[in-house]
């Protein structure tokens, strides 16, 4: 099996990037912000509570492995950045995400409109 170039820069993604913590570093890549901003904008996208027990143990992690930048507020209240590498990581998701849906000049139309709309 080909090693991507990404498990190569990140090689602990086959056992700790899930979906959860990608869509962590997604909610940071507009801003820094709190673990309950966090946790609401998740429970915006699901139209569900999130878990605190499920939530700040992946925020931990994501701190561990670098992805993200963990920095008090204020005495009770930690505020969460994503990182260089983080950034990088969700480039190269996208980057193969991208590579598997666009397969043809139709959909590249639609992911252009998606850029666009997006901007």
Not at 41 to 64: F, Q
Not at 83 to 91: I, K, R
């Amino acid at each position: 099996m080909q090693t991507s170039q990404y498990t190569e820069s990140f090689p602990f993604l086959s056992f700790c990037f899930n979906t959860r913590r990608q869509q962590i570093l997604i909610v940071l890549s507009e801003n820094p912000q709190y673990g309950l901003a966090i946790k609401g904008e998740l429970e915006d996208y699901y139209g569900n509570e999130v878990n605190h027990g499920r939530l700040y143990p992946n925020l931990d992690e994501l701190v561990e492995r670098d992805l993200i930048a963990k920095s008090e507020l204020d005495k009770c209240t930690n505020q969460y950045e994503l990182s260089n590498d983080g950034y990088d990581l969700l480039l190269g998701e996208l980057n193969w995400r991208l590579s598997k849906v666009v397969t043809g000049e139709e959909r590249t139309e639609d992911i252009t409109q998606l850029l666009d709309n997006a901007t």
